[in-house]
């Protein structure tokens, strides 16, 4: 449900133009190196997941994982868990982890960490968003969608409060509305 005091920040063609270019780059880059598989961080990676998986031109398949931050307020504390794998062995995989957000970085840290120790051919990040100046911890977002302001937002999959994730924009709000 949108708010009425909602702005867009970037609007659905924009993003379905960026998501395009991503998967143009990601298909070349992955290109006869055998199967990619996709790993979608839930619940907010869904949509990006949807509509960048069925843009690739190589083989993929698609997984998905969920962790949990223990967090106080909208801050992440740092400390990350997994509460739900993935089905299927990643060893000797080449993996991308698939995130709407980046903000901290703690959880794609946190996940990449975990990921390589799995045996994969290789992991690497994808991002649609990343806050600039709020990283608490260096990760490098291989394919990134957007660089955006420290701002709440919502929509394509992010929430707040689990409104809003259905949006197909993405929109700024203002939490203590
Ligand atoms: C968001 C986002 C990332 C994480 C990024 O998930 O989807 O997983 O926060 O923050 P970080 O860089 O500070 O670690 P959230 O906890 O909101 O859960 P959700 O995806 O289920 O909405």
Redesign the pocket.
């Known amino acids: 449900m949108s708010k009425p005091d909602s702005n867009v920040l970037i609007a659905e063609s924009e993003i379905q133009r960026r998501v395009g270019e991503l998967a143009a780059q990601i298909s070349a880059d992955y290109a006869g190196k055998g199967e990619l598989v996709l790993v979608g ?5 869904f949509i990006f997941l949807a509509d960048l998986s069925r843009r690739l031109t190589i083989p993929r398949v698609v997984e998905f994982i ?4 223990y ?1 106080s307020g909208s801050a ?1 504390s ?1 400390a ?1 868990r997994l509460v739900m794998d993935m089905r299927e062995s990643i060893e000797g995989k080449h993996v991308l982890v698939v ?12 996940l990449m960490e975990m990921l390589n120790t799995r045996g994969a051919a290789s992991v690497r990040a994808c991002a649609l968003l990343q ?1 600039s100046g ?3 911890v260096d ?1 490098n977002i291989d394919y990134l969608g957007f660089h955006i302001a420290d701002e709440w937002v919502v929509g394509y ?3 707040y409060a ?1 409104q809003d ?1 259905t949006l197909p924009d993405i929109r700024v709000i203002q939490p203590e509305d």
Do not use: F, N
């Open positions: 961080v839930l619940k907010g990676a969920a962790v949990s931050s967090e992440s740092g990350v995130e709407d957000i980046v903000d901290s970085g703690h959880t794609m840290h946190y806050k709020c990283a608490k990760v999959g992010l929430d689990e994730r």
